[in-house]
């Protein structure tokens, strides 16, 4: 055991413990699980946006051979307890919480609304079953806009609201905002839009659903970000026990906010499995996904900005709709943090915010990457728009208004202190990178050859889990639990209730474990996915980095502790004096005294020590986030407007970040490309797109267009030295930023390129045909 | 209505009863228990389901499991059959090439055609070969990156 080397995983991109089964086919998705005698699901679903349901017939779908059973929302809604959003319900949205049935019964409030389940032998009968359910809808006025839901005449979704408002009219006010206003040199005006986007992961949602009478226990296989909340859920609208409901997951084909909890249908095929006695599983399909699994953003602002003449932004007034969707959830709990997030890391000195929720015929608003992302755009829109205003370049005024990093930190008007940001080493770092002066002139040159080159950049912060706040535990889902136990076999074993799907937490998390504890990172198993053996948890809101990556290395450094005391004793030698490296336990300055963990796991398994010894290599550990902290980070792009077509080609991207310190840095560098490209994606190409009638028009991928590998450049990031304020755990999520700031730093790039134009931008969506207009709209002085 | 057939699946003869409207796709996974072919949109576009047959990819949620009688089947299965991970499949594992892993057996499978017909490929040549898969996590890079490693370690060996 001579010349033990300590030999570090965490910073190092270690290979993935994910891929041999990934990259073989081997992995296990909800859709690979097969129970004996299991059925399958289809849903009838509306072809109306928005009607009354006068009857459902679902006769003649039974009598069909295959069929096994077809229940109408009615006959669900028997069966199950009716509640508000499960998210709604445990996290609170501030506003009226409709109640509504796992599938329509009065009415339908979108185009995919569900009103029947159809339960046969394969998926191919079921759906031919859903075929012969008659439906008979009287129409009503769709609520296709969130204009027309603010109209008092618009038919209330929900009778019980009496209108369409679901966050009623709240405002806010940090700072001297009167004052502030007054006495500016300049107040501008601006309304900008976002569009409605979607999370579309390659899986969609899915679930197998096997209820066991005999011992009154459901089990559903579930492909989700926490199986705990699905768990909830399923609990609630079925009515019974959470212990009397286990819920497992294997690997889940990404999500970006979409499977938090159960949906709707998921929890009506539980409801049905209960009922016939026999597993059920139901599939999505991508009609299905793309227009009933739920949208996200679609918000417009209404913004004043206070601004000085030399361009210091002093205050912003925002008034913001947001579109919800038709069965409110998480869209009502958004604005509450675009308000607290808008000053980012400026020195605002004043913050009006005034937030509405409304809802529509549309499918409902979930989460998606960064939900509250579209305060960023709209910040760092304003600020390039404020730049052309004054004639000031995009780095000058956002180097102009950044808070300087001070002792003690300074604060955000909405509260929270800036402590560590290092935005302003971003955006310096990014002029170094890019050399602005050069592409000026480059750009330059371009334009007197008629090609149209632009540059764009924006800053974000994310509370990633944001400031120690003196009133308890970073980030807004509290604590964060691990369970860690030594197997007999060496295996050092980390039962999580972080659900990854696609963030490699079998990988970090095994990295900071093996490193803290002492053992070879092969030796070290996360365990996920399984309500009886994990403890609560979400993977979502870019929490894991540093609630489980510190309840990882607080927990199994209290393990080790464990060990180290119950090997004191069989190795006659105090704790202190012992160690552990590469797996085994020595006493140091004793080579020839290394015995291997799995060793004195055996010996702590033998029973052969009295009750005083605590042989129980096991424990529970719990994480607050320590001093936690934000991620941040600047991006800037250089894009290619074709004049001609409206084509807009990204030829350059560079990242200039801080997540604090990496676990993995592959891991953390496909976290950032990843959501890069789908903040590019949504720029350029993506919407969830409605007809005036509510119609989804974008019900297929040739419509919904995602980005391919010819759309996507290469991603050039750099990571910024972090400036620690934990003693330990200095990690910080970075799953969300590149969507959050990707879209403002696109955008700004488009409006630079055209701005010999004279083209302002105050939306996001610009796909060729929009460029068009914004070009022609332009000229012709509009 | 059920039609018997037979074809040769990773190298060994098959016979099956599939329904006549069923999918290859589903055939493979319902019938056959591979389920490493996976299915992601069912028209045609994200390229999950990509398998080769008879040397070319395929969309098989787009072919019918009897279009496929007679023919010789590869799925991402028999890619590494004794559990050794092949060129192109290290190469990947060793860029960090994939997230969530649903995405993966598609690309699996059109990189190694694609390579097969153009090992001296270039990186824009890569990338529009690629173009027909969809990936939502990684922005791409790590794939063409582990694509680009497989080629050049092929060409070394």
């Known amino acids: ?782 | 209505m059920k039609v018997d057939i037979t074809l040769r699946i990773n190298g060994a003869t098959c016979t099956g009863s599939p329904e006549a409207r069923k999918t290859l796709a589903d055939f493979l996974r319902d019938d056959l228990n591979l389920t490493g072919t996976h299915v992601g949109c069912e028209h045609g576009v994200c390229g999950a389901c990509t398998v080769i047959v008879d040397g070319r990819t395929v969309r098989s949620c787009l072919m019918l499991a009897v279009q496929a009688a007679g023919c010789e089947v590869t799925t991402i299965e028999g890619l590494a059959p004794d559990g050794e991970l092949g060129t192109l499949q290290q190469a990947m594992w060793d860029s960090h090439s994939f997230q969530c892993g649903f995405c993966t057996p598609g690309f699996v499978m059109q990189a190694t055609a694609f390579l097969r017909a153009h090992p001296d490929a270039d990186e824009q040549q890569i990338r529009e070969a690629l173009s027909g898969n969809i990936c939502r996590c990684t922005g791409y890079q790590s794939i063409i990156d582990g694509v680009l490693l497989a080629a050049e370690r092929a060409r070394q060996s």
Not at chain 1, 640 to 658: L, N, S
Request: net charge negative; charged share 20%; aromatic share 6%.
């Open chain 1, 1 to 782: 055991m001579a010349g033990i080397a300590a030999e570090r995983y965490t910073g190092a991109s270690i290979k993935r413990s994910e891929d041999p089964r990934i990259l073989t086919g081997s992995g296990r998705y909800v859709d690979d699980i097969k129970l004996p005698g299991m059925l399958h699901a289809a849903f009838v679903r509306s072809p109306l946006a928005h009607a009354r349901v006068l009857s459902v017939d679902v006769s003649a779908a039974r009598d069909l051979p295959g069929v096994v059973a077809a229940f109408t929302g009615a006959e669900l809604e028997a069966m199950t307890v009716p509640g508000p959003d499960v998210l709604m319900a445990l996290l609170g949205g501030g506003g009226p919480t409709p109640e509504f049935t796992l599938l329509a019964t009065d009415k339908v409030r979108f185009a995919g609304d569900p009103v029947a389940v159809v339960i046969a032998e394969s998926r191919y009968l079921a759906e031919d079953g859903c075929e012969l359910v008659d439906v008979e809808y009287d129409d009503l006025p769709p609520v296709a806009n969130a204009s027309f839901a603010l109209d008092p005449s618009s038919p209330p979704l929900f009778a019980n609201l009496g209108d369409n408002i679901v966050g009623p009219r709240s405002r806010s006010e940090f700072g001297d905002v009167a004052a502030t206003f007054a006495h500016a040199d300049r107040v501008i005006d601006f309304r900008i839009g976002v569009h409605r986007h979607q999370n579309v992961p390659m899986e969609g949602r899915g679930c197998v659903a096997s209820y066991d009478a005999g011992l009154g226990v459901m089990t559903v296989y579930a492909a989700t970000q926490s199986v705990h909340v699905s768990r909830i859920a399923v609990a609630m609208r079925l009515g019974i026990e959470q212990d009397k409901v286990h819920v497992l997951a294997g690997d889940v084909g990404g999500s970006f906010g979409l499977k938090i909890g159960a949906s709707r249908e998921e929890l009506a095929v539980a409801a049905a499995s209960r009922a016939i006695g026999r597993p059920v599983k139901w599939v999505e399909d991508r009609g299905e996904n793309l227009t009933a699994s739920g949208q996200a953003r679609e918000e417009s602002f209404d913004v004043l900005a206070a601004v000085s003449s030399a361009g210091d932004l002093l205050g912003l007034d925002v008034k913001v709709v947001i579109d919800t969707g038709s069965y409110p959830g998480m869209g009502t709990m958004v604005p509450a943090i675009m308000e607290a997030m808008l000053p980012g890391p400026y020195k605002l000195a004043a913050l009006g915010f005034e937030s509405t929720a409304v809802t529509t015929n549309k499918a409902s608003y979930v989460a998606y990457r960064g939900p509250w992302a579209s305060e960023t755009f709209v910040r760092e829109r304003v600020l390039d728009l404020i730049a052309k205003d004054l004639g000031l370049d995009p780095l000058e005024i956002r180097l102009r208004n950044v808070a300087p990093r001070t002792d003690p930190p300074a604060a955000m008007i909405t509260g929270r202190p800036l402590v560590g940001v290092t935005t302003r080493e971003s955006l310096e770092r990014l002029a170094q990178l890019v050399d602005f002066p050069a592409f000026r002139r480059r750009q330059a040159e371009a334009r007197a050859r008629g090609r149209y080159l632009g540059i764009g950049l924006a800053t974000f912060i994310e509370a990633a889990p944001g400031p120690r706040s003196p009133e308890g535990p970073s980030g807004p889902m509290g604590m964060e639990s691990m369970r860690l136990r030594l197997e007999e076999d060496g295996v050092v074993v980390l039962f999580t209730g972080q659900m990854p799907h696609g963030q490699s937490h079998q990988t970090t998390l095994a990295q900071i474990a093996a490193d803290e504890f002492g053992v070879p990172f092969e030796q070290v198993r996360v365990v996920v996915g399984d309500t009886d053996v994990v403890p609560f948890g979400l993977t979502g809101g870019s929490r894991s980095a540093t609630m489980t990556g510190g309840v990882a290395l607080h927990g199994a450094r209290q393990l080790r502790a464990k060990v180290l005391d119950f090997a004191s004793h069989l190795m006659e030698a105090s704790a202190q004096d012992l160690q552990i490296t590469d797996g085994h336990v020595w006493v140091r300055g004793d080579p020839a005294s290394a015995i291997a963990v799995g060793e004195v796991a055996r010996r702590a398994a033998s029973g052969q020590f009295g009750a005083d010894v605590d042989a129980n290599l096991e424990v529970e550990a719990a994480f607050d986030g320590g001093e936690g902290g934000w991620s941040g980070g600047s991006h800037c792009a250089i894009v290619e407007v074709d004049v001609e077509t409206g084509m807009v080609t990204v030829q350059r991207y560079v990242v200039a970040e801080d997540c604090g310190a990496l676990i993995n840095p592959a891991v953390v560098d496909g976290q950032i490309r990843g959501g890069v490209a789908q903040g590019i994606g949504a720029v350029l190409l993506e919407r969830s797109a409605y007809d005036e009638d509510g119609n989804c028009q974008s019900a297929t991928l040739m419509d919904y267009l995602v980005p391919t590998a010819c759309d996507i450049p290469r991603i050039e990031i750099e990571h910024l030295q972090t400036v620690p304020l934990d003693a330990d755990v200095n990690f910080r999520g970075v799953g969300e930023g590149g969507m959050i700031v990707a879209p403002p730093t696109v955008v700004n790039a488009i409006e630079d390129a055209l701005s010999p134009f004279g083209v302002r931008i105050y939306e996001q969506h610009l796909p060729p045909a929009r460029i068009l207009e914004l070009i022609a709209a332009a000229d012709s002085g509009q």
